[in-house]
C-alpha cells in the first residue's frame, strides 16, 4: 500500500509541476525550437529569444550547446528544480573535452544535472559529460519529462554519465535518468532512447526510497535501443526498509496499448540491479520484449516481465531463472550471488577469459552440450554441475611475444584478438585493431560512421569514415575474407594520415615489386621504408599472402610507437 500511495504522490507532484511552468514551455513539443535554455545559471534563451551564446567553458548556436571542459553548476529553474542544464524544447550538446553538470544544495529545491522539458535531447562528439544530482527530495542526474510530446534520448558519441546525487528525507529518490511522457493525448507520449555510439552510463545514486539507474514512466510505449557502443545501467544505494534499487525500470501505464521493446543490435547493454531491500532488479518492464541481435551483448542479473530472444548473447546471472544464450564472455570480474541459478544450455558458452575472475555462490548448471570455458579463474564456493572446461591461455610465437605483450599492454590489442595468433586475420579484425590504436592515441572515439551493405560492424564503420579503409565493390566490405599482406600495408599507411602523421613517400625495393596492386605499391614502399612492415625472405613482400593476428599486432605496434 505505502508503494501505490507513494507512487501516486509522484505522479500528482510531476502533473503540478508542468502545470506549473509557463504557457510557451509547455508549447515546445519535439521538432520545435528552443523557447527556455538556462546554462549554469545563465539565461541563453528566455521565451523563444536569444539572449546570450556563450559562458565560461560554453557556447550557443542553432540548437547545439557546445561544451568545452565546462564545469557547471545548479541554478533555480523552476518553484521546485534546479538545474545546471534547463532546456525547453529540443537540445543537442555537443561535448568536447571533459565536462560536468551538477544539481546544487538549494532550500527547498531539488538538485538536476540535466533537466530537458517538453523535448528531446541529442549529446554527441568526442568527449565527456558527467551530469550529477545534487541534494533533495528527488535529485537524478538526468531528467526528460515530456506532457506534450514524447520523450526522446539518443546518444550518438563520446561518453555520457548520468548518475543520481544524495536524496533526503524519508521518500528519497535519486535516479540516474529519469524519463516520463504523461500528455493527455496517447499520440504526444511515449519515450525513445538510443545509443548509436559512444559510451552511456547511468547510475543511481543514494536515497531512502528508489534509486534505480534509469527510472522510465509513459502513458504509452518505451523504447530502448543499442544500435552501436555501450550502455552501463546500475542502481544505486537504497537505505530505506522499503527500497527499490533497479538498474532499468519501465512503466506504461496504459497496459492494453503501451509496451516496453529493449533491443541490443550491434552494442552491448549491462543492466544491474543496486542495494534495495524490496527489489533491486537488472531490468522491469512493463509486457516488454528485449531482443538481442546477432552482433549485441546483453549482460544483467536478473529480469521480470521481460522476454528474452533473438540470435545474440547475454548473461542473466542473479536469479533463481538465471540462463546463458549464445557465446558470452564476461568483459570483467563477476559475481554470482547465493540462491542464484544459471543454466548453460546445449549450445550454449559462457567463457571467462584471461584476467576475469568468476566467483560462483549460487549454482551453476552445464547442460550436454553447453560450455564453461575457464581461461581466467573461477573461485567455485557454490555448485558447478557439469563440466568445466579449461582452456590453457594461448601464447604467441616466441618470435614475436614481447612485442606482441607489449601492444596489448598499450591498450591497442582488443580482448577478441589475444588468442589464435597464427590465425590469418580478417579485413574486420584488423579494422578493430586499427580503431583501438587509433582511439587508444587520440583518446577520442570515432563518432562518424561510412557503412556498407554487407556488415554493421562499428570498427569497420569508423575506418571507413575516416578514409583508412575502402569496400570491395557493390557496397560491400567482405568483413570476413582474410586479410593479405598489401592490404594491411595500406590500411597502415592511411592510418598514419589519419592520425595527422603522414609516412613518407618511399618507393618498395622488392624482388616482387611487379606483383604488388598499382593501389597498394606506394603504401608498401612508406611502411617498408618506416620499417613497419619488412619482406617474408629472398627479399619478397608477398604482397598476397595471408597476414596473421600476431603480424597484425606487430605492425601496429610498430606504427603506435611512431605516432604516440
Known amino acids: 500500500m505505502k508503494l501505490k500511495k507513494k507512487l501516486l504522490s509522484t505522479l500528482l507532484a510531476c502533473v503540478l509541476i508542468l502545470g506549473m511552468l509557463p504557457v510557451t514551455a509547455l508549447g515546445a513539443g519535439s521538432g520545435a525550437p528552443l523557447t527556455t535554455l538556462i546554462v549554469g545559471g545563465t539565461t541563453v534563451i528566455n521565451q523563444g529569444i536569444v539572449q546570450t551564446v556563450s559562458g565560461n567553458g560554453w557556447s550557443y548556436a542553432d540548437g547545439v550547446l557546445t561544451l568545452n571542459n565546462a564545469n557547471l553548476t545548479g541554478s533555480v529553474v523552476t518553484e521546485y528544480e534546479n538545474a545546471a542544464i534547463y532546456a525547453v524544447g529540443d537540445l543537442t550538446i555537443q561535448m568536447v573535452g571533459t565536462n560536468t553538470a551538477t544539481g546544487s544544495q538549494i532550500q527547498d529545491t531539488s538538485g538536476i544535472g540535466i533537466f530537458i522539458n517538453d523535448g528531446s535531447l541529442t549529446v554527441t562528439g568526442d568527449g565527456t559529460l558527467t551530469a550529477s544530482g545534487g541534494m533533495g527530495s528527488i535529485c537524478p542526474g538526468l531528467v526528460i519529462s515530456g506532457r506534450n510530446t514524447p520523450s526522446s534520448l539518443s546518444v550518438t558519441g563520446g561518453h555520457l554519465i548520468a548518475k543520481g546525487g544524495t536524496a533526503t528525507g524519508d521518500y528519497g529518490e535519486s535516479y540516474g535518468v529519469y524519463v516520463n511522457s504523461l500528455g493527455m493525448q496517447e499520440e504526444l507520449t511515449g519515450v525513445k532512447i538510443d545509443v548509436n555510439g559512444g559510451n552511456f552510463s547511468i547510475a543511481g545514486g543514494v536515497g531512502s526510497y528508489n534509486t534505480t539507474g534509469l527510472y522510465v514512466h509513459t502513458l504509452m510505449d518505451f523504447t530502448l535501443s543499442v544500435n552501436a557502443g555501450t550502455m552501463d545501467v546500475t542502481g544505486g544505494v537504497c537505505t530505506g526498509n522499503d527500497g527499490i534499487s533497479d538498474g532499468i525500470f519501465a512503466n506504461c501505464v496504459d497496459a492494453e496499448f503501451g509496451n516496453s521493446q529493449l533491443s541490443v543490435i550491434n552494442g552491448t547493454l549491462t543492466a544491474i540491479g543496486g542495494t534495495g531491500s524490496q527489489r533491486s532488479d537488472g531490468i522491469?518492464?512493463?509486457?516488454?520484449?528485449?531482443?538481442?541481435?546477432?552482433?549485441?551483448?546483453?549482460?544483467?542479473?536478473?529480469?521480470?516481465?521481460?522476454?528474452?530472444?533473438?540470435?545474440?548473447?547475454?548473461?542473466?546471472?542473479?536469479?533463481?531463472?538465471?540462463?546463458?544464450?549464445?557465446?558470452?564472455?564476461?568483459?570483467?570480474?563477476?559475481?554470482?550471488?547465493?540462491?542464484?541459478?544459471?543454466?548453460?544450455?546445449?549450445?550454449?558458452?559462457?567463457?571467462?577469459?584471461?584476467?576475469?575472475t568468476l566467483t560462483n555462490n549460487g549454482v551453476i548448471s552445464v547442460a550436454e552440450g553447453g560450455t564453461l570455458a575457464v581461461q581466467g579463474k573461477l573461485v567455485d564456493n557454490g555448485v558447478v554441475n557439469g563440466t568445466v572446461t579449461q582452456v590453457p591461455v594461448e601464447q604467441p610465437s616466441s618470435w614475436a611475444a614481447q612485442q606482441v605483450n607489449a601492444a596489448i599492454s598499450a591498450g591497442i590489442v582488443p580482448a577478441s584478438l589475444q588468442s589464435k595468433y597464427t590465425q590469418t586475420a580478417t579485413r574486420a579484425e584488423f579494422c578493430a585493431l586499427a580503431v583501438a590504436m587509433y582511439e587508444t592515441v587520440t583518446g577520442t572515439e570515432i563518432t562518424d560512421r561510412l557503412t556498407f551493405a554487407d556488415t554493421s560492424d562499428p570498427n569497420v564503420e569508423k575506418m571507413a569514415a575516416l578514409g583508412v579503409v575502402n569496400g570491395t565493390g557493390g557496397n560491400n566490405f567482405s568483413p570476413n575474407d582474410p586479410l593479405n599482406r598489401e592490404q594491411a600495408a595500406t590500411i597502415l599507411a592511411r592510418l598514419s594520415d589519419a592520425l595527422g602523421k603522414p609516412i613518407s613517400a618511399s618507393a618498395p625495393t622488392f624482388n616482387d615489386n611487379a606483383s604488388i596492386s598499382s593501389w597498394a605499391f606506394d603504401s608498401v614502399g612508406q611502411v617498408q621504408a618506416a620499417k613497419i612492415m619488412e619482406g617474408t625472405g629472398g627479399n619478397n613482400f608477398s604482397p598476397a599472402v595471408g597476414y596473421s593476428r600476431e603480424q597484425c599486432i606487430i605492425t601496429m605496434m610498430r606504427l603506435y610507437d611512431q605516432v604516440k
Do not use: E, H, M
Open 284 to 356: 522491469i518492464t512493463s509486457s516488454g520484449l528485449a531482443q538481442v541481435g546477432p552482433n549485441g551483448s546483453l549482460l544483467t542479473n536478473s529480469v521480470q516481465d521481460t522476454n528474452l530472444s533473438g540470435s545474440g548473447s547475454w548473461l542473466v546471472y542473479g536469479s533463481l531463472n538465471g540462463v546463458v544464450n549464445g557465446s558470452f564472455t564476461l568483459s570483467s570480474d563477476l559475481t554470482v550471488p547465493k540462491d542464484a541459478r544459471i543454466t548453460i544450455p546445449a549450445g550454449a558458452t559462457l567463457t571467462v577469459p584471461k584476467d576475469v
